[in-house]
């Protein structure tokens, strides 16, 4: 059984930045792939940024690019989720979410087995 912790998040102003941190504990942690999930009012669930353990590539949703940043140091945890030039559309509660895999690269659209608490981030002026 995996646990993951989220830290960060809150209420910024557009253009600002944020980051939010996802520990994970559990036996095997350094065999999941890490992504973060968004879900705002009204929409469904989207996927933002992964990271995949075996080999650290990343990828991101194409509105995210550019300003996101996911990544981790070399004992893989936690994952970070580095937001910059925030916007409104931005606003959403985060999760981070732990998929186990032994080969390849994260994938956003498949399921995911554990996830975090989530957090509130609200880009406001």
């Known amino acids: 059984q995996l646990q993951l912790v989220q830290s960060g998040g809150g209420l910024v102003q557009p253009g600002g930045s944020l980051r939010l941190a996802c520990a994970a504990s559990?036996?095997?942690?350094?065999?999941?792939?890490i992504a973060w999930f968004r879900q705002a009012p009204g929409k469904e669930r989207e996927g933002v940024a992964c990271i995949s353990h075996t080999d650290d590539s990343t990828y991101y949703l194409d509105s995210v690019k550019g300003r996101f940043a996911i990544s981790r140091d070399n004992t893989k945890n936690p994952v970070y989720l580095q937001m910059n030039s925030l916007k409104p559309d931005d606003t959403a509660v985060y999760y981070c979410?732990?998929?186990?895999?032994?080969?390849?690269?994260?994938?956003?659209?498949?399921?995911?087995?554990?996830w975090g608490q989530g957090t509130q981030v609200t880009v406001s002026s």
């Open positions: 979410a732990a998929k186990f895999r032994l080969f390849g690269q994260c994938v956003l659209s498949e399921e995911y087995n554990f």
């Open positions: 559990g036996p095997g942690f350094d065999l999941y792939d």
